[in-house]
């Protein structure tokens, strides 16, 4: 039992050392990441990574999953410092911690939310963690609806087409929310990565000069759009 336990710490240990190579060439070379290189820098043969990942793709999905977990993780908890009854406080929360998390960690916001990486297909085990912020912002819509502290105008309902995709979308994380109020948060959403890459990838250079108080401005009216 010592001895097994002792091979899973080194195999762990060993699987995070890869990983952290890797995230070193998501810097440099994007996501087109060789295991070649990895285990250059790794010190070992090329053939001993396949010990540990059985191709690209799996040691890709590994740090995929670890940054949409990094990013959920980050949005729960500036989330949940903030008092349940502050729905507003709660949204710009959430949106502080994706702009703030991606700022920080530049190349792993690029692998989840950049441009596609050619040939890769990502299984169906990343959708759990992919989903982990979007479902805080699910919650904070859920008891807007609830406490019925959202605002909603039965004559703003989307098209029948819309509102089948909305309601799937928001069934599991936000059962109660009436489809208009799911759409616009869906938007809210897609609008606040939209700023964070402008801002991440250079899009707001010569353009926005105070990035702080437009971002917070920007997503402000965001909540006040979605109604909450």
């Known amino acids: ?5 002792i091979r899973a710490r080194v195999r762990a240990e060993m699987t ?5 190579i890797a995230r070193r060439h998501l810097a440099t070379d994007g996501a087109n990441l060789s295991l070649r290189a990895v285990a250059r820098d790794l010190g070992v043969v090329s053939s001993a990574i396949y010990r540990y990942f059985a191709s690209r793709d799996e040691l890709l999905t590994a740090l995929i999953l670890d940054a949409y977990n990094a990013l959920g993780q980050a949005v729960e908890d500036r989330e949940r410092a903030v008092d349940r009854d502050d729905l507003t406080g709660r949204w710009m929360a959430v949106c502080d911690a994706v702009r703030s998390w991606a700022l920080e960690s530049p190349h792993e916001y690029a692998l989840i939310y950049g441009s596609p990486v050619p040939g890769y297909q990502a299984p169906q085990d990343t959708v759990a963690a992919a989903t982990r912020a979007v479902a805080v912002l699910g919650t904070i819509i859920q008891d807007a609806a609830v406490l019925r502290r959202v605002r909603h105008d039965p004559s703003e309902a989307p098209p029948a087409e819309v509102a089948q995709d909305v309601r799937r979308a928001g069934s599991a994380i936000a059962p109660d929310v009436p489809d208009a109020v799911t759409a616009r948060a869906l938007s809210a959403w897609v609008t606040l990565f939209g700023l964070v890459s402008f801002e991440l990838f250079g899009q707001l250079n010569n353009v926005v000069r105070h990035r702080d108080e437009f971002f917070a401005y920007q997503m402000l009216a965001q909540a006040r759009f979605v109604g909450i």
């Open 1 to 5: 039992m010592k001895a097994t336990n």
């Open 16 to 20: 995070e050392e890869i990983k952290r």
